[in-house]
T-cell receptor, first 118, second 116 residues
Framework: GAVVSQHPSWVICKSGTSVKIECRSLDFQATTMFWYRQFPKQSLMLMATSNEGSKATYEQGVEKDKFLINHASLTLSTLTVTSAHPEDSSFYIC??????????????FGEGSRLTVL | DQQVKQNSPSLSVQEGRISILNCDYTNSMFDYFLWYKKYPAEGPTFLISISSIKDKNEDGRFTVFLNKSAKHLSLHIVPSQPGDSAVYFCAASPRAGGTSYGKLTFGQGTILTVHP
């Protein structure tokens, strides 16, 4: 079946550094990818919608300068957490909407990336 | 404001019996509903979905029921197996075919434990 891969799956960084997380659709094209964040024992919260070739749209309360999203191709979206701080420690998950079927395309989730900021 | 609610944080069921997980929503714009299973430190795995034009969808051991008037959906797992033990999230999406389709709003999750 369709696969969405995230890399890295786990990253530990020092406070103040930037971390890039990649989300790739391995065997299908995705015009739209979504980035979610999950705090421990909480639900997944949508952060932003990433559209290939255009700027991402962010949900209310999400700092776009803090969480930079780039969707350079139909198979790759990246999330960069800039100047990370301990409160940014979280589980980041992407999902991809398959191009086939237009806006009814099936949704696929990545395995998630756990960020720990020291 | 929690637009999708799973009021039971946990559910414990004996193997072979039925598991019923419930979910309520408040936003009338939600038109498509999904259930996901999630293990710790992994991404969600899709289980089953239902469009608002239906009131039931079945896939093997999993059946989802939708009551639009009550803004309530439920996931039935029959028979339950120990491998079903995981966190189950319900999620709601705007209308499939619309530009916002796929922007999921998740419930808080229900931890299902199936005992052998």
């Amino acid at each position: 079946g369709a696969v969405v891969s995230q890399h890295p799956s786990w990253v530990i960084c020092k406070s103040g550094t930037s971390v890039k997380i990649e989300c790739r659709s391995l065997d299908f094209q995705a015009t739209t990818m979504f980035w979610y964040r999950q705090f421990p024992k909480q639900s997944l919260m949508l952060m932003a919608t990433s559209n290939e070739g255009s700027k991402a749209t962010y949900e209310q309360g999400v700092e776009k300068d803090k969480f930079l999203i780039n969707h350079a191709s139909l198979t790759l979206s990246t999330l960069t957490v800039t100047s990370a701080h301990p409160e940014d420690s979280s589980f980041y998950i992407c999902s991809a909407r398959a191009l086939a079927g237009g806006n009814t395309g099936e949704l696929f989730f990545g395995e998630g990336s756990r960020l720990t900021v020291l | 404001d929690q637009q999708v609610k799973q009021n039971s944080p946990s559910l414990s069921v004996q193997e072979g019996r039925i598991s019923i997980l419930n979910c309520d929503y408040t936003n009338s714009m939600f038109d498509y509903f999904l259930w996901y299973k999630k293990y710790p430190a992994e991404g969600p795995t899709f289980l089953i979905s239902i469009s608002s034009i239906k009131d039931k969808n079945e896939d093997g051991r999993f059946t989802v029921f939708l009551n639009k008037s009550a803004k309530h959906l439920s996931l039935h797992i029959v028979p339950s197996q120990p491998g079903d033990s995981a966190v189950y999230f319900c999620a709601a999406s705007p209308r499939a075919g619309g530009t916002s389709y796929g922007k999921l709003t998740f419930g808080q999750g229900t931890i299902l434990t199936v005992h052998p």
